[in-house]
């Protein structure tokens, strides 16, 4: 057996460390641990997708993960409400424009943006897909300090184990099963999974035991797919 000399071994273990430490958060994320943010609000969600109720849907999921990373998360129906007051419903007309007067207006130190790409069933092949964009922006300077997209796919397609019926039957059974199983499925869970998974490297934040001590994890692709 040939032996692989030690220098490549060494030049692969350097590689191989380099890449891993490049992706640490305190690397990818620098800006976000040297502004160190405490407050977020939540702007209402951009939706792209035919599913008008899931913009209210992805809304309510977000709270809970930022406030799980350590961060005070401003009320949600108490800003939305404000928002609503001011004609500000529409993120869209801010996402690309200065985000500063909600410092002054919030005392929020950053903003969430969400963006649903897509929230579609396919029926036929029994399948489920929520795409979902996350990005937040500091209210002190603009910069982006976090993004994620995040893709969550179900397989709801329903096989006919039955040996007792013919083949083309079955391929047709399996249909109208799938068919009916995607149309019953809700998008609630697939909301629920997209927004944690979204949210789920963030730097931890003041509120969190981890604050200042996960610099060193790792900072996570900035596409996310999820196939369930």
């Known amino acids: ?6 220098i490549l071994v060494l030049l692969a273990g350097i590689i191989l460390s380099s890449c891993a430490s490049n992706n640490m958060k305190q690397d990818v994320y620098s800006d976000f641990y040297e502004e160190s943010p405490v407050t977020v609000l939540i702007m209402p969600v951009i939706n792209n997708s035919m599913e008008v109720d899931m913009k209210s849907a992805l809304y309510a999921t977000l709270a809970k993960p930022l406030c799980e990373a350590g961060y005070y998360v401003l009320p949600p129906h108490l800003t939305m409400e404000i928002l609503q007051r001011e004609s500000v419903l529409d993120s869209e007309l801010f996402i690309d424009q200065s985000v500063t007067r909600f410092k002054e207006y919030f005392g929020a130190d950053m903003v969430l943006f ?9 029926a036929l092949l029994g399948t489920i897909i929520v795409d979902v964009d996350y990005e937040l922006r500091s209210t002190k300077t603009d910069a982006v300090l976090y993004s994620k997209n995040v893709t969550v796919i179900k397989d709801t397609s329903v096989k006919e184990e039955s040996d007792e019926t013919s083949v083309l039957f079955k391929v047709f059974s399996s249909l109208v099963s799938t068919s009916i ?48």
């Open 114 to 122: 969400t963006r649903i790409n897509q929230c579609a069933k396919v």
């Open 181 to 228: 199983n995607t149309a019953f499925t809700t998008y609630e869970d697939l909301i629920v999974e997209n927004s944690s998974l979204g949210l789920s490297y963030l730097p931890a934040g003041k509120y969190s035991p981890k604050h200042w001590r996960d610099g060193e994890e790792d900072a996570g692709p900035y596409q996310i797919n999820r196939t369930e």
């Open 1 to 6: 057996m040939k032996k692989i000399p030690f």
